[in-house]
């Protein structure tokens, strides 16, 4: 009977959907604003990554909003398996060829991390993809080495760290020319590392807080697991 | 033909929007409601993409040797989703912390019983 009526409800639903989309053509640009982007994403933001300056620059204050709804739901998951916690029992080793894997992967899975972050500016990539890729070298070290833990302290304070050069670096720009996330360092050559001004800054900061919040999460789930 | 091709992406990103839809309304355990959460998220994140794109678009962005903006896809809706990926995985594993604590109170991850039990 439940099962009826939720096709019945959801059909009507794809029958609204389908023709308010088929006015919606596929494959055309649609909106203004993203071909502006296009247009003077260089010359205003000095990023050769559009989507980057949309996401740090134009964006910004959209991004530091998502970042804080990142935060809450870390901290959130954290309050929630605080409750009663209880003693992790002995853990059973994992083999020594797991153990040496994971230990000579886990470097390069960080370095490889950081790269992506620093580069957001440049090539496909940035500080979110960056943060996740830096949290699965944690997984891989929870999977393989199982007594191992990263200290609960200096995942906060990364992550603290983090948010607090976003908020700084945007404060900085409303004392410097009067609004909040201006771009006061010189934008320098594009196609080069050090150009886009506070593009790189914010990302390797939100590169380092989403990465030690996706670890703080995986290491509060793994030691409820056990 | 043309159909297929024009409304492909749009079919396949409200597919799986109902699909996870049906499941969170109809499913009775909690841990497959939240699969049908990560299902919709997944529709909803493909039709914004498939908003944005561009018939033979490249990513936006620019390289070296190539400095012609004409032939790139949108790039609002991929900052937009870009940040939705991470926040969807956070709010999925808070999701799943719920779904922990609800089972060490009542002992069971059916929907319809913990509504029977109360408290």
């Not at chain 1, 004392?175 to 996330?181: D, H, Q, R």
């Amino acid at each position: 009977m439940r099962k009826i009526i939720t096709i019945l409800l959801l059909s009507i639903v794809a029958v609204g959907i389908s023709l308010s989309l088929a006015k919606i053509p596929f494959g055309q640009p649609k909106t203004k604003v993203g071909t502006r982007y296009i247009d003077k994403g260089i010359e205003e933001t000095g990023a050769v990554n559009i989507v980057t300056s949309v996401v740090v620059s134009y964006r910004g204050f959209d991004t530091l909003g998502e970042v804080t709804v990142l935060f809450i739901a870390a901290t959130g998951l954290g309050a929630v398996l605080r409750i009663a916690k209880t003693k992790a029992a002995a853990i059973e080793p994992a083999s020594f060829v797991l153990q040496t894997g994971c230990r000579v992967l886990f470097p390069l899975i960080l370095v490889f991390g950081s790269y992506i972050f620093i580069h957001g500016h440049l090539t496909p990539g940035g500080g979110f993809q960056g943060g996740a890729i830096i949290a699965s070298a944690f997984v891989l070290i929870y999977l393989g080495c199982r007594e191992k833990r990263i200290s609960e302290k200096m995942s906060t304070t990364l992550e603290s760290l983090g948010g607090v050069i976003f908020v700084v670096v945007g404060l900085i720009g409303l004392a410097v020319g009067g609004y909040f996330l201006l771009n006061f360092l010189p934008k320098g050559q594009p196609y080069l590392l050090l150009s886009a001004g506070i593009i790189p800054v914010i990302y390797i900061a939100i590169g380092f807080k989403v990465g030690s919040e996706l670890a703080g999460i995986i290491d509060n789930l793994i030691e409820e697991s056990q | 033909m043309s159909f297929l091709e024009n409304y492909a992406f749009y079919i396949g990103a409200f597919g799986l929007i109902l699909i996870g839809l049906y499941i969170i309304l109809v499913k009775h355990n909690l841990i497959k409601v939240i699969i049908g959460l990560a299902i919709l998220d997944t529709g909803v994140n493909l039709f914004l993409i498939s908003i944005g794109y561009i018939t033979e678009g490249t990513a936006p962005i620019f390289s070296g040797s190539e400095t012609n903006g004409q032939q790139m896809v949108d790039p609002v809706p991929q900052a937009l989703v870009l940040t939705a990926i991470v926040i969807g995985v956070a709010v999925l594993a808070l999701a799943l912390s719920l779904a922990i604590r609800l089972y060490h109170h009542y002992g069971t991850l059916n929907l319809r019983e913990i509504r029977e039990q109360k408290w």
